[in-house]
């Protein structure tokens, strides 16, 4: 039988069947889940359209063909209400899919009136005849009759369907790409034409099937190209970030060692920093241990680096380290171990030695290949290094404790002064433990208030009146027991609490006198010692003016002593600071006068109301010889400069009339009394004039102490 149009339509199903499939794979990876999902379900009902419409075409009879023909209007109502629902979720708003179901209800209601009614929803009454001949004689039933006025109504809702999914379609122009809009086009303006031509042929107008299917089978071709065009790109496009993957993987991998060298490697010299050294030190560890021969780790620290840096610039400090860092490899085994550790701390490990002779013989080479000077932008630098050796297996047996070792060697070897060589041994660990436990005692001492002070008297050569106290910290601890300034006042600068600890000796001495003030002592000051750290801290004027504000004093009745030798250091800077504290009123005098190096030619300019002359001068005075030149010409120079001078060290009293007779002002010694814990100094204070110079026993108890260098 000779049916094309039956042939074309089966073709149309299976085509738009196919389409409904793309869809459906497509919705499990696109991010337009459910616009993929609707699109199948549009491409499934077309085919059902088309299908239904192949059964009306070929019926026997009018009532077979208006039985297909419902059906095909149900799912042409279907296709209205899926269109809209596509277009909802290609916008996603919730305006549009209000407007969705609205038509999707719509539909339903038409659907219901399609199914009763005797002609379905599209037709008040039909036309007698609905058999059509074709042209090349293929017989086909073309229904036709008066349209119904739901039918007209669902033509509006159609078309309305079609304008706002035009509007859609110009919005996203922008968006696809020249293929797929075009596409898309195409397809609207064919669904267009098919829709009209359908109106035409429902109402008689025209003898002619319906082509909806067709049109919308263009799109779903289109449609189809592009999942196959998509598919090809998404295969380029994996290749493509396949290859970028492998590009990155392998710039991951170049940056991962470059990393790892950075990690492990120090950038000025280019040889293992620590995290390196230990990594190396692991395995020379494993290699000694398997040959049973000993690993000696040599720590060499560059003495002095940070003046070099001071005073030539960092430039040539950074250039020294390189040349040292050569030196050292070129003479050291391809199979040893060197490293840079810190700032000019270089590591050295040598392996397979057979003894002590060995280790002593590398060293001699290594100092010998550092011995000579280093010519280093146009300066020759003449070095020392300090050094500290450990030995595995005697002295450690793993990596972190042979270096800590070495570092405790070194620590001993820079301790002894420059250029010195030490050997681990294990007293080392317990001195350094010992001076750790130490330092965190002080830290807590002015916490737990285990500071004390201590008054030494200076009483005037004439009369042996008491006018000054000078206060002197003594540290009481429950473990060490009474712990002497000398001991701990140097650390305590080294540790950055001088100025916390000196700031409590001026507030503590300035209550204390404002105390003997009370008790009739109007005339009595007090003298505090002032270490470097205090003098050039920037909030000395502020402590100092804060106790004489508490303890309600003026500033002549603080008095505050510095060192010769703590000015000397920065002279300039010293009398700019003596310079400010003067403007507060409180007096000012020269500790230990004479043993500096260059006083004389400061004394003119020093804002001084005092010197102190030094204990060493004092103490052979009466021998005579050039102690007494001193003494004389030293007390000379205070009265012709209209300073006060204060001989200390005054135990016998030969030394204090020979002073006295040379016109001394002050004198201060155990020959008055040894430094006095408070009660002691308030009956020493309260004792008569004429005893002073004499004192009983009992009123001379203290706790055994010196004064304070």
């Given at each position: 039988?000779?049916?094309?149009?039956?042939?074309?339509?089966?073709?149309?199903?299976?085509?738009?069947?196919?389409?409904?499939?793309h869809?459906?794979?497509?919705?499990?990876?696109?991010?337009?889940?459910?616009?993929?999902?609707?699109?199948?379900a549009i491409?499934?009902?077309?085919s059902?359209?088309?299908?239904c419409?192949?059964i009306?075409?070929?019926?026997?009879?009018?009532?077979?063909?208006m039985?297909a023909?419902?059906w095909l209007?149900?799912f042409?109502l279907?296709?209205i209400?899926l269109i809209g629902?596509?277009v909802?979720?290609?916008?996603?708003?919730?305006s549009?899919?209000?407007?969705?179901?609205?038509?999707?209800?719509?539909a339903?209601?038409?659907i219901?009136?399609n199914?009763?009614?005797?002609?379905?929803?599209?037709?008040?009454?039909m036309?007698?005849?609905?058999l059509?001949r074709l042209?090349w004689?293929?017989?086909?039933?073309i229904?036709?009759g008066?349209?119904?006025?739901?039918?007209?109504?669902?033509?509006?809702v159609s078309?309305?369907?079609?304008?706002y999914t035009?509007?859609?379609?110009?919005?996203?122009?922008?968006l696809g790409?020249?293929?797929?809009?075009?596409?898309?086009?195409i397809?609207i303006?064919?669904m267009?034409?098919?829709?009209?031509?359908a109106g035409?042929s429902?109402?008689?107008?025209?003898k002619?099937?319906?082509?909806g299917?067709?049109?919308f089978?263009?799109?779903?071709?289109?449609f189809?190209?592009?999942?196959r065009?998509?598919a090809f790109?998404?295969?380029?496009?994996?290749?493509?970030?396949?290859?970028?993957?492998?590009?990155?993987?392998?710039?991951?991998?170049?940056?991962?060692?470059r990393?790892?060298?950075?990690?492990?490697?120090?950038?000025?010299?280019?040889?293992?920093?620590?995290?390196?050294?230990?990594i190396?030190?692991h395995?020379?560890?494993?290699?000694?241990?398997?040959?049973?021969?000993?690993?000696?780790?040599?720590?060499?620290?560059?003495?002095?680096?940070g003046i070099i840096?001071?005073t030539?610039?960092?430039?040539?400090g950074?250039?020294?380290?390189?040349?040292?860092?050569?030196?050292?490899?070129?003479?050291?085994?391809?199979?040893?171990?060197?490293a840079?550790?810190?700032n000019?701390g270089?590591?050295?490990g040598?392996?397979?030695?057979?003894?002590q002779?060995?280790?002593?013989?590398?060293?001699?080479?290594?100092?010998?290949a550092?011995?000579s000077p280093f010519d280093v932008?146009?300066?020759?630098?003449?070095?020392?290094?300090s050094?500290g050796?450990a030995?595995f297996?005697?002295?450690a047996?793993?990596?972190e404790?042979?270096?800590?070792?070495?570092e405790?060697?070194?620590?001993?070897?820079?301790?002894?002064?420059?250029g010195?060589?030490?050997?681990?041994?294990?007293?080392?660990?317990?001195?350094?433990?010992?001076?750790?436990?130490?330092e965190n005692a002080?830290?807590?001492?002015?916490?737990?208030?285990?500071?004390?002070l201590c008054?030494?008297p200076q009483?005037?050569a004439s009369?042996?009146?008491t006018?000054?106290?000078e206060a002197l910290?003594r540290?009481?601890?429950?473990?060490?027991?009474?712990v002497m300034?000398?001991?701990?006042?140097?650390?305590?600068?080294?540790?950055?609490?001088?100025?916390?600890?000196?700031a409590?000796v001026?507030e503590?001495?300035c209550?204390?006198?404002?105390?003997?003030h009370a008790?009739g002592?109007?005339?009595?000051?007090?003298a505090?010692n002032?270490?470097?750290?205090?003098?050039?801290?920037?909030?000395?004027?502020e402590?100092?003016?804060?106790?004489?504000?508490r303890?309600?004093l003026?500033?002549?009745d603080?008095?505050?002593?510095?060192?010769?030798s703590?000015?000397?250091q920065?002279?300039e800077?010293?009398?700019?600071r003596l310079?400010?504290?003067?403007k507060?009123?409180?007096?000012l005098?020269?500790?230990?006068?004479?043993?500096?190096?260059?006083s004389?030619?400061?004394?003119r300019?020093?804002p001084?109301?005092?010197?102190?002359?030094?204990?060493?001068f004092?103490?052979?005075?009466g021998k005579?010889?050039?102690?007494?030149?001193i003494?004389?010409?030293?007390?000379?120079?205070?009265k012709n400069?209209?300073?006060?001078?204060?001989?200390?060290g005054?135990e016998?009293?030969?030394?204090m009339q020979q002073?006295?007779?040379?016109?001394?002002?002050?004198?201060q010694g155990?020959f008055?009394?040894?430094?006095?814990i408070?009660e002691?100094a308030?009956?020493?204070?309260a004792?008569?004039?004429?005893?002073?110079?004499?004192?009983?026993?009992e009123l001379?108890?203290?706790?055994?102490l010196?004064?304070m260098?």
């Amino acid at each position: 039988m000779n049916a094309p149009i039956a042939t074309l339509y089966f073709i149309s199903v299976g085509a738009l069947l196919m389409g409904a499939f793309h869809a459906a794979l497509l919705a499990r990876s696109s991010t337009y889940t459910r616009a993929s999902w609707a699109f199948a379900a549009i491409c499934l009902c077309f085919s059902l359209f088309q299908f239904c419409a192949v059964i009306q075409y070929g019926a026997q009879d009018s009532q077979a063909a208006m039985s297909a023909h419902k059906w095909l209007n149900f799912f042409s109502l279907l296709i209205i209400a899926l269109i809209g629902y596509l277009v909802a979720s290609l916008e996603n708003k919730k305006s549009s899919f209000r407007v969705a179901y609205v038509v999707a209800i719509l539909a339903a209601l038409v659907i219901v009136y399609n199914f009763v009614t005797p002609f379905g929803y599209r037709f008040e009454s039909m036309h007698q005849d609905g058999l059509t001949r074709l042209s090349w004689g293929e017989p086909i039933h073309i229904l036709s009759g008066e349209p119904s006025v739901v039918y007209r109504l669902i033509r509006l809702v159609s078309l309305g369907v079609l304008i706002y999914t035009i509007i859609f379609a110009v919005k996203i122009r922008k968006l696809g790409g020249r293929l797929s809009n075009r596409l898309i086009w195409i397809s609207i303006v064919l669904m267009l034409c098919t829709t009209s031509f359908a109106g035409l042929s429902d109402s008689g107008v025209v003898k002619m099937p319906y082509f909806g299917g067709f049109g919308f089978l263009f799109l779903v071709a289109g449609f189809s190209v592009l999942v196959r065009a998509d598919a090809f790109n998404r295969k380029i496009e994996g290749v493509r970030i396949n290859k970028a993957l492998e590009r990155e993987v392998k710039s991951h991998k170049i940056a991962t060692q470059r990393f790892e060298h950075v990690l492990h490697n120090d950038a000025l010299t280019g040889l293992s920093n620590r995290t390196g050294a230990l990594i190396r030190l692991h395995r020379l560890l494993n290699i000694n241990t398997t040959n049973q021969t000993k690993l000696a780790i040599f720590l060499f620290d560059l003495d002095r680096l940070g003046i070099i840096n001071g005073t030539c610039g960092h430039r040539v400090g950074d250039q020294l380290l390189r040349e040292v860092a050569q030196r050292l490899q070129n003479n050291v085994r391809d199979t040893d171990l060197i490293a840079r550790l810190d700032n000019g701390g270089f590591v050295i490990g040598a392996s397979g030695l057979k003894g002590q002779s060995c280790v002593t013989s590398l060293h001699e080479k290594l100092s010998g290949a550092l011995d000579s000077p280093f010519d280093v932008a146009g300066s020759m630098l003449k070095i020392t290094f300090s050094a500290g050796v450990a030995v595995f297996p005697d002295n450690a047996e793993t990596a972190e404790d042979i270096l800590a070792a070495a570092e405790l060697a070194l620590h001993d070897a820079k301790s002894c002064g420059l250029g010195n060589l030490r050997f681990f041994h294990p007293a080392l660990k317990e001195n350094i433990q010992a001076r750790i436990d130490f330092e965190n005692a002080l830290k807590e001492a002015l916490h737990n208030k285990e500071f004390f002070l201590c008054y030494q008297p200076q009483v005037l050569a004439s009369d042996g009146r008491t006018v000054c106290l000078e206060a002197l910290i003594r540290w009481q601890h429950p473990v060490y027991g009474l712990v002497m300034p000398d001991r701990f006042i140097p650390l305590a600068e080294s540790m950055g609490l001088i100025s916390s600890i000196g700031a409590w000796v001026i507030e503590s001495a300035c209550e204390q006198l404002a105390l003997w003030h009370a008790m009739g002592f109007g005339e009595l000051r007090v003298a505090v010692n002032l270490s470097a750290h205090q003098l050039l801290d920037s909030a000395l004027e502020e402590t100092v003016s804060r106790a004489l504000r508490r303890s309600n004093l003026s500033g002549c009745d603080l008095e505050l002593e510095i060192t010769e030798s703590v000015l000397m250091q920065e002279p300039e800077r010293s009398i700019e600071r003596l310079g400010g504290l003067r403007k507060l009123g409180v007096r000012l005098s020269i500790d230990d006068f004479g043993t500096g190096y260059s006083s004389l030619g400061y004394l003119r300019v020093l804002p001084v109301h005092a010197f102190k002359l030094d204990r060493s001068f004092v103490r052979d005075i009466g021998k005579g010889g050039k102690d007494l030149e001193i003494c004389a010409t030293s007390i000379g120079l205070a009265k012709n400069l209209g300073l006060e001078i204060v001989a200390e060290g005054v135990e016998t009293e030969e030394q204090m009339q020979q002073l006295r007779t040379l016109g001394c002002h002050l004198l201060q010694g155990y020959f008055f009394a040894k430094p006095l814990i408070v009660e002691a100094a308030s009956k020493f204070l309260a004792a008569p004039t004429h005893t002073i110079l004499m004192l009983p026993e009992e009123l001379q108890m203290t706790l055994g102490l010196a004064r304070m260098p």
